[in-house]
Protein backbone atom coordinates (compact mmCIF):
# COMPACT_ATOMS: atom_id res chain seq x y z
CA UNK A 1 0.00 0.00 0.00
CA UNK A 2 2.64 2.07 0.89
CA UNK A 3 4.22 2.34 -3.22
CA UNK A 4 0.40 3.33 -3.98
CA UNK A 5 0.85 6.19 -1.81
CA UNK A 6 4.34 7.07 -3.28
CA UNK A 7 2.91 7.05 -6.93
CA UNK A 8 0.22 9.02 -5.59
CA UNK A 9 2.63 12.02 -4.12
CA UNK A 10 4.74 12.00 -7.78
CA UNK A 11 1.07 11.95 -9.53
CA UNK A 12 -0.01 15.23 -7.42
CA UNK A 13 4.38 16.39 -8.13
CA UNK A 14 4.95 15.60 -12.05
CA UNK A 15 0.91 15.33 -13.31
CA UNK A 16 -1.00 18.27 -11.08
CA UNK A 17 2.06 20.42 -10.23
CA UNK A 18 0.69 20.99 -6.62
CA UNK A 19 2.71 23.06 -4.35
CA UNK A 20 4.71 20.98 -1.63
CA UNK A 21 2.64 21.99 1.02
CA UNK A 22 -0.49 20.82 -0.73
CA UNK A 23 1.46 17.79 -1.25
CA UNK A 24 2.82 17.15 2.05
CA UNK A 25 -1.28 17.62 3.50
CA UNK A 26 -2.69 15.09 0.83
CA UNK A 27 -0.25 12.58 1.72
CA UNK A 28 -0.38 13.40 5.84
CA UNK A 29 -3.67 12.57 5.24
CA UNK A 30 -3.58 9.49 2.99
CA UNK A 31 -0.95 7.96 5.39
CA UNK A 32 -3.43 8.32 8.10
CA UNK A 33 -5.62 6.29 6.22
CA UNK A 34 -3.18 3.70 5.28
CA UNK A 35 -3.02 3.51 9.42
CA UNK A 36 -7.00 2.83 10.20
CA UNK A 37 -7.07 0.58 7.40
CA UNK A 38 -4.01 -1.31 8.33
CA UNK A 39 -5.59 -1.46 11.81
CA UNK A 40 -8.46 -3.11 10.48
CA UNK A 41 -6.53 -5.47 8.59
CA UNK A 42 -7.32 -4.24 5.17
CA UNK A 43 -4.66 -4.24 2.91
CA UNK A 44 -5.66 -3.28 -0.55
CA UNK A 45 -7.45 -0.68 -1.60
CA UNK A 46 -9.45 -2.40 -3.84
CA UNK A 47 -11.75 -3.89 -0.68
CA UNK A 48 -13.24 -1.18 0.73
CA UNK A 49 -16.97 -0.13 -0.26
CA UNK A 50 -18.52 3.12 0.57
CA UNK A 51 -19.71 1.60 4.45
CA UNK A 52 -15.64 1.74 5.16
CA UNK A 53 -14.96 4.84 4.01
CA UNK A 54 -17.94 6.22 6.14
CA UNK A 55 -16.68 4.33 9.26
CA UNK A 56 -13.35 5.78 8.89
CA UNK A 57 -15.25 9.78 8.45
CA UNK A 58 -16.99 8.88 11.68
CA UNK A 59 -13.81 7.63 13.39
CA UNK A 60 -12.19 10.90 12.58
CA UNK A 61 -15.19 12.28 14.01
CA UNK A 62 -15.16 10.02 17.17
CA UNK A 63 -11.51 11.87 17.36
CA UNK A 64 -12.65 15.10 17.70
CA UNK A 65 -11.44 16.36 14.56
CA UNK A 66 -13.99 19.41 13.57
CA UNK A 67 -15.70 18.83 10.17
CA UNK A 68 -13.38 20.89 8.30
CA UNK A 69 -10.66 18.35 9.25
CA UNK A 70 -12.84 16.00 8.51
CA UNK A 71 -13.87 17.24 4.98
CA UNK A 72 -10.55 18.19 3.96
CA UNK A 73 -9.53 14.26 4.39
CA UNK A 74 -12.09 13.30 2.66
CA UNK A 75 -10.78 15.43 -0.30
CA UNK A 76 -7.81 14.01 0.23
CA UNK A 77 -9.11 10.20 0.01
CA UNK A 78 -11.46 10.91 -2.91
CA UNK A 79 -8.56 12.63 -4.89
CA UNK A 80 -6.49 9.31 -4.13
CA UNK A 81 -9.18 6.92 -5.06
CA UNK A 82 -9.65 9.09 -8.64
CA UNK A 83 -5.88 8.41 -8.92
CA UNK A 84 -5.92 4.59 -8.28
CA UNK A 85 -9.22 4.35 -10.69
CA UNK A 86 -7.26 6.29 -13.24
CA UNK A 87 -4.39 3.92 -12.66
CA UNK A 88 -7.12 1.09 -13.10
CA UNK A 89 -5.73 -0.36 -9.59
CA UNK A 90 -9.36 -0.39 -8.31
CA UNK A 91 -12.66 -0.79 -10.86
CA UNK A 92 -15.21 0.92 -8.55
CA UNK A 93 -14.57 4.49 -6.65
CA UNK A 94 -16.12 3.98 -3.23
CA UNK A 95 -15.76 7.89 -2.67
CA UNK A 96 -18.02 8.71 -5.74
CA UNK A 97 -20.98 9.88 -3.87
CA UNK A 98 -19.95 10.14 -0.54
CA UNK A 99 -21.25 14.39 0.13
CA UNK A 100 -18.98 16.24 2.89
CA UNK A 101 -19.96 16.58 6.28
CA UNK A 102 -21.84 20.28 6.48
CA UNK A 103 -19.04 22.85 7.07
CA UNK A 104 -19.74 26.01 9.24
CA UNK A 105 -16.99 28.00 8.03
CA UNK A 106 -15.58 29.61 11.09
CA UNK A 107 -14.93 33.60 9.80
CA UNK A 108 -11.28 34.37 9.56
CA UNK A 109 -9.44 36.47 12.32
CA UNK A 110 -8.96 40.14 11.66
CA UNK A 111 -7.47 43.58 12.36
CA UNK A 112 -9.24 46.89 12.99
CA UNK A 113 -7.00 49.09 11.07
CA UNK A 114 -6.04 50.96 14.33
CA UNK A 115 -4.71 47.52 15.73
CA UNK A 116 -3.33 47.28 12.67
CA UNK A 117 -1.50 50.61 13.45
CA UNK A 118 -0.56 49.37 16.57
CA UNK A 119 1.38 46.14 15.01
CA UNK A 120 3.26 48.37 12.60
CA UNK A 121 4.74 50.53 14.67
CA UNK A 122 5.86 47.96 17.39
CA UNK A 123 9.58 46.74 15.32
CA UNK A 124 12.51 48.26 16.93
CA UNK A 125 14.53 51.41 15.08
CA UNK A 126 17.28 48.48 13.95
CA UNK A 127 18.34 45.71 11.37
CA UNK A 128 15.79 43.31 12.46
CA UNK A 129 12.97 45.83 13.32
CA UNK A 130 13.60 47.12 9.73
CA UNK A 131 13.34 44.10 8.44
CA UNK A 132 10.05 42.64 10.01
CA UNK A 133 8.57 46.15 9.85
CA UNK A 134 9.11 45.36 5.56
CA UNK A 135 7.28 42.09 6.00
CA UNK A 136 4.21 43.21 7.53
CA UNK A 137 3.78 45.95 5.33
CA UNK A 138 4.06 44.23 1.93
CA UNK A 139 2.29 41.41 3.67
CA UNK A 140 -0.52 44.18 4.52
CA UNK A 141 -0.49 45.76 1.37
CA UNK A 142 -0.53 42.66 -1.12
CA UNK A 143 -2.46 40.04 0.41
CA UNK A 144 -0.12 37.86 -0.15
CA UNK A 145 -0.15 34.29 1.81
CA UNK A 146 2.93 34.03 4.07
CA UNK A 147 3.95 30.80 1.69
CA UNK A 148 4.51 33.66 -0.61
CA UNK A 149 5.75 35.99 1.11
CA UNK A 150 8.59 33.79 2.30
CA UNK A 151 9.30 33.14 -1.27
CA UNK A 152 9.88 36.17 -2.72
CA UNK A 153 13.12 36.79 -4.75
CA UNK A 154 14.57 40.17 -4.73
CA UNK A 155 13.71 40.19 -8.86
CA UNK A 156 10.21 39.71 -7.69
CA UNK A 157 9.94 43.23 -6.47
CA UNK A 158 9.26 46.27 -9.36
CA UNK A 159 9.51 49.63 -7.00
CA UNK A 160 9.41 51.31 -10.27
CA UNK A 161 5.65 50.45 -11.77
CA UNK A 162 4.82 49.54 -7.98
CA UNK A 163 3.74 45.84 -8.20
CA UNK A 164 5.27 41.93 -6.85
CA UNK A 165 5.27 39.06 -8.85
CA UNK A 166 4.32 35.83 -6.93
CA UNK A 167 3.35 32.76 -7.32
CA UNK A 168 0.72 31.12 -5.94
CA UNK A 169 -0.92 27.44 -5.10
CA UNK A 170 -0.03 25.47 -8.08
CA UNK A 171 2.64 27.54 -8.91
CA UNK A 172 0.58 29.99 -10.56
CA UNK A 173 1.95 33.54 -11.34
CA UNK A 174 -0.18 36.77 -10.39
CA UNK A 175 0.91 40.13 -10.12
CA UNK A 176 -0.16 42.21 -7.22
CA UNK A 177 0.01 46.14 -6.39
CA UNK A 178 2.11 47.52 -3.70
CA UNK A 179 1.41 50.75 -2.23
CA UNK A 180 3.77 53.42 -1.06
CA UNK A 181 3.99 52.70 2.16
CA UNK A 182 5.04 49.03 1.46
CA UNK A 183 7.53 50.45 -0.58
CA UNK A 184 9.31 52.96 1.47
CA UNK A 185 9.61 50.56 4.01
CA UNK A 186 10.85 47.73 2.38
CA UNK A 187 13.35 49.86 0.01
CA UNK A 188 14.70 51.13 3.78
CA UNK A 189 15.20 47.45 4.33
CA UNK A 190 17.18 46.34 1.35
CA UNK A 191 19.59 49.65 1.19
CA UNK A 192 20.42 49.54 4.89
CA UNK A 193 19.45 46.09 6.57
CA UNK A 194 19.54 43.16 4.33
CA UNK A 195 22.94 42.99 3.94
CA UNK A 196 23.92 43.37 7.66
CA UNK A 197 21.16 40.29 8.06
CA UNK A 198 23.40 38.42 5.26
CA UNK A 199 26.35 38.54 7.37
CA UNK A 200 28.69 37.86 3.55
CA UNK A 201 26.42 35.11 2.40
CA UNK A 202 24.92 34.90 -0.88
CA UNK A 203 21.57 34.36 -1.91
CA UNK A 204 18.18 35.99 -3.82
CA UNK A 205 15.72 35.38 -0.68
CA UNK A 206 13.93 38.95 0.13
CA UNK A 207 13.75 38.49 3.51
CA UNK A 208 16.35 36.67 5.34
CA UNK A 209 16.36 35.09 9.17
CA UNK A 210 19.50 36.14 11.63
CA UNK A 211 21.47 33.86 10.77
CA UNK A 212 21.67 35.01 6.76
CA UNK A 213 19.21 31.99 5.92
CA UNK A 214 15.18 32.03 4.17
CA UNK A 215 12.91 33.10 6.23
CA UNK A 216 10.57 30.54 7.52
CA UNK A 217 6.94 30.33 7.61
CA UNK A 218 6.98 29.37 11.40
CA UNK A 219 9.88 32.31 11.89
CA UNK A 220 7.17 34.80 10.95
CA UNK A 221 4.89 33.19 13.05
CA UNK A 222 6.66 33.65 16.04
CA UNK A 223 8.04 37.28 14.74
CA UNK A 224 4.47 38.33 14.48
CA UNK A 225 3.33 36.45 17.86
CA UNK A 226 5.71 39.21 19.54
CA UNK A 227 4.48 42.44 18.13
CA UNK A 228 0.88 41.68 18.75
CA UNK A 229 1.89 40.25 22.10
CA UNK A 230 3.68 43.77 22.61
CA UNK A 231 0.97 45.63 20.83
CA UNK A 232 -1.44 44.73 23.47
CA UNK A 233 -3.84 43.10 20.75
CA UNK A 234 -5.67 40.32 22.40
CA UNK A 235 -6.97 38.30 19.47
CA UNK A 236 -5.62 34.93 18.18
CA UNK A 237 -3.31 36.27 15.93
CA UNK A 238 -2.01 33.58 12.84
CA UNK A 239 0.43 34.19 10.16
CA UNK A 240 -2.39 34.65 7.76
CA UNK A 241 -4.38 37.19 9.73
CA UNK A 242 -2.79 40.24 8.14
CA UNK A 243 -3.82 38.81 4.99
CA UNK A 244 -7.23 38.22 6.14
CA UNK A 245 -7.08 42.14 7.28
CA UNK A 246 -6.29 42.92 3.85
CA UNK A 247 -9.24 41.80 2.51
CA UNK A 248 -11.66 42.69 4.81
CA UNK A 249 -10.65 46.18 4.45
CA UNK A 250 -10.57 46.54 0.87
CA UNK A 251 -14.55 45.70 1.18
CA UNK A 252 -15.29 47.33 3.72
CA UNK A 253 -13.61 50.59 1.70
CA UNK A 254 -15.52 49.42 -1.10
CA UNK A 255 -13.57 47.35 -3.22
CA UNK A 256 -15.33 44.46 -5.82
CA UNK A 257 -14.87 40.90 -4.35
CA UNK A 258 -13.74 39.84 -8.19
CA UNK A 259 -10.79 42.30 -7.97
CA UNK A 260 -10.23 41.30 -4.06
CA UNK A 261 -10.55 37.50 -5.20
CA UNK A 262 -7.27 38.20 -8.38
CA UNK A 263 -5.35 39.54 -5.63
CA UNK A 264 -5.60 36.88 -3.18
CA UNK A 265 -5.22 34.58 -5.72
CA UNK A 266 -8.22 32.26 -4.78
CA UNK A 267 -9.08 29.77 -7.69
CA UNK A 268 -12.75 29.88 -6.56
CA UNK A 269 -15.17 33.18 -6.05
CA UNK A 270 -16.72 30.77 -3.37
CA UNK A 271 -13.06 31.21 -1.10
CA UNK A 272 -13.41 35.31 -1.27
CA UNK A 273 -16.97 35.63 -0.24
CA UNK A 274 -16.44 34.54 3.01
CA UNK A 275 -14.66 38.45 3.80
CA UNK A 276 -18.20 39.44 2.41
CA UNK A 277 -19.38 37.84 5.84
CA UNK A 278 -17.11 39.37 7.77
CA UNK A 279 -18.03 42.45 7.10
CA UNK A 280 -21.17 42.43 7.15
CA UNK A 281 -20.54 41.07 11.21
CA UNK A 282 -18.27 44.23 11.17
CA UNK A 283 -21.36 46.64 10.10
CA UNK A 284 -23.70 45.09 12.61
CA UNK A 285 -21.22 44.99 15.58
CA UNK A 286 -20.84 49.05 14.71
CA UNK A 287 -24.55 49.39 14.52
CA UNK A 288 -25.22 47.55 17.89
CA UNK A 289 -22.63 49.64 19.23
CA UNK A 290 -23.64 53.30 18.17
CA UNK A 291 -27.21 53.64 17.11
CA UNK A 292 -29.66 54.90 19.58
CA UNK A 293 -32.33 52.15 19.06
CA UNK A 294 -30.17 49.14 18.46
Excluded at 96 to 111: G, H, W
Excluded at 129 to 142: C, S, W
Excluded at 211 to 237: C, E, P, S, V
Aim: charged fraction near 30%.
Amino acid sequence: MKHLVDEFVNYLTIEKGHSQNTIKSYKRDILKFVGFLKYETIDEFSRLDQKRIIDYLMYLRDMNLSSASVARHLVSIKVFYKFLNNEKIVSINPTENIESPRLLRRLPDFLTTEEVDKLLVQPKNDNMGTRDIAMFEVLYATGLRVSELISLKINDINMERGYIITFGKGSKERVVPIGKSAQEKLKRYLEESRHFLLKGKGGDELFVNRFGGKMTRQGFWKIIKKYALLAGIKKNISPHTLRHSFATHLLERGADLRSVQQMLGHADISTTQIYTHVVRERLKEIYDKHHPRA
